[in-house]
């Protein structure tokens, strides 16, 4: 597959995902879900969607389940609002960039915290 075309794809499933799981899924058990990305398989037949959630360690298994057992509807609306030769299998990640991204300024805040405490 085209490059260009797979990264295209890749953004307007992750635009659509993301409006998906805001407008219309309503769960209680689900907290605040971000699409970070998605990476479609070059056969087009799965695609790993990389989210964050927003919460406690059990809020993100929680909604990562909750994300997995809504597969068969999210998978319904991506094949109604937009036309691929295949609808994707979706699987769902927590986004472990983020985590890492979230760690470092955990880092730098105590580092900073430090300092002025060290220079008191």
Do not use: W
Not at 58 to 87: H, K, M, V
Request: glycine share 4%; no cysteine; hydrophobic share 40%.
């Amino acid at each position: 597959m085209n490059p260009r075309k797979k990264l295209k794809i890749e953004e307007l499933l992750r635009r659509e995902l993301s409006s998906i799981i805001i407008q219309q899924m309503k769960d209680p058990h689900m907290g605040f879900v971000s699409v970070t990305g998605v990476e479609l398989s070059d056969d087009q037949r799965t695609a790993k969607v990389r989210v964050t959630v927003h919460g406690e360690a059990a809020d993100i298994q929680e909604s990562l389940r909750t994300l997995t057992g809504a597969r068969g509807f999210l998978q319904g609306r991506i094949a109604e609002n937009i036309e691929l030769r295949y609808t994707p299998v979706l699987t769902f990640v927590e986004d472990e960039e983020v985590l890492k991204a979230r760690r470092l300024d955990q880092l730098i805040d105590q580092a900073r915290k430090d300092d002025l405490e060290f220079k008191a």
